[in-house]
């Protein structure tokens, strides 16, 4: 894929999708995470002498005007970030926002409104995507994170311009990509939280590649019952009993070292004041749910992650939101923190949250802007994003 690098940019006006899709409360961004990740694409751009066009999404409003959902505050940190002044626009194409690039200078940096204002953007309507391109002569990809939906500002303008990917989506696609096709061993992917079914798809794929799988989080307790013992009140997904039996199969026939949690801590409430306690895997107690992966776990899955050369994380070992069950997240982050030998790659959204939580995100060696985008990818799919990129 051609990036940034391989265009001239000088003099022209470049529409770059960013995900800017940051927490906000009361109108203040409270991570700027994402806005940092997006800024050598940005300064690169500017430093060409590019009019940089930025467009992002924020949140879910549905095609409508949200006013919380204004990328004003977005606008304003970017600002700090750059140290000049960004221009925000209050829409994201049309009359307006044309006039006000005519203002702009070589250098110079506008921010379009948030795009998903517009029903256009998520159905991907060419219309959009036209009046988007309009805007600009280069578009480039710089929003890995939004990279798995195919909407207008993230796919269906690639047809109309010029398209190339921006520095964090070549990063981004080059540790996950290499990490898939030519791993270092051995290798090692960890998938927790929740649910089994938001990761049947990363499993079947990773099962291929890797020399280890660790499992742990909600999700654990459904291949604890699959092996016949009793989970309490454990997160249950009864469907899924039969696929975690055949993962568990798979992984044996492809020599693939499979670890699941030895113990627990269980709690009789879901709470972070509840009563709780460790237990062994095959004890735990019927009105008790566990909660958080047990001591012993956390010091064998410490061993494996030391013993790696290539560790993915997806997804958190227990509830780690709540203090009395983030042992077992943090014992994680903290074994990959500590193994220097060990090329770490966090698979974005809860385990990206976790590392930050902990303090630990300087000792990671990548962590992906991307939570469903780097899910994806792992999955082994193509990211619409990144396939219409060269289009033109
Ligand atoms: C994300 O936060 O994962 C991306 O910005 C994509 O957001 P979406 O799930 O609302 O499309």
Sequence with gaps: KKTVRDIDVKGKRVFCRVDFNVPMQNGVVTDDTRIRAALPTIQYLMEQGAKVILASHLGRPKGKVVEEMRLNAVAE?????????????????????KAAIAEMNEGDVLLLENVRFYPGEEKNDPELAKAFAELADVYVNDAFGAAHRAHASTEGIA???????????????????????????PFTAIIGGAKVKDKIGVIENLLDKVDNLIIGGGLAYTFVKALG???GKSLLEEDKIELAKSFMEKAKEKGVNFYMPVDAVVADDFSNDANKKVVNIDEIPSDWEGLDIGPKTRELYRDVILKSKLVIWNGPMGVFEMDAFAEGTKAVAQALADAKDTYTVIGGGDSAAAVEKFRLADKMDHISTGGGASLEFME?????????????
Excluded at 83 to 97: C, F, L, N, P
């Design 77 to 97: 940190r970017l600002s700090e970030l750059l140290g000049k002044r960004v221009v925000k626009t209050d829409e994201a194409y049309g009359d307006a926002v």
């Design 159 to 185: 047809h109309h311009l010029p398209a190339v990917a921006g520095f964090l989506m070549e990063k981004e696609i080059e540790v996950l990509g290499k990490a898939l096709s030519n791993p270092d061993r």
């Design 229 to 231: 013992y009793e989970i």
């Design 380 to 392: 082994g799919k193509q990211l619409p994003g990144v396939v219409a990129l060269n289009d033109k």
